[in-house]
């Protein structure tokens, strides 16, 4: 008995078995892209991905290189949708572990102006005696009442 054909699809007794590419894959993940690309992305996007258009080109990738192992071609979409969701995790897994590994303190050295304007921020605040506010442009300063008559408790 001859040894059975490799095809693309699934055989009756086992997982699908790897065989050449075939055009009807081809014309399939065309289809696919011509009408789900923009949904995946609006899908990496919601997920948080900020590099989503590389996100979903990968996934699509991902499906070519394993529509043979595929179900049947109908799979192929909630395929996607999952690449897409697992690569988006990833992705911020990963700046997550950057932004806990990288040193912040050299990128917020300051200016003197900036220390300056900090400084009198910060006395405006919490200044004694009568407090008033400072309207940017304007010279003229409103008396604020006493912070016990805010509550009226």
Known sequence: ???PARTGG???DGPP???PPDTGREAALTQLFETHYTGLLRLAVLLGADDA???VAEAFCQLHRRWNRLRSAEAALPYLRS???NLTRMRLRHLQVIRKHTDWTTDLERSAESVALL???QKALTGTGSRSVAIPGHRCETPLPAPSSWCRC
């Open 1 to 3: 008995m001859p040894p």
């Open 10 to 12: 699934p055989s009756a």
């Open 53 to 55: 258009e590389d996100i």
């Open 83 to 85: 690449v897409v969701c």
């Open 17 to 19: 078995v790897p065989g």
């Open 119 to 121: 400084h009198d921020d």
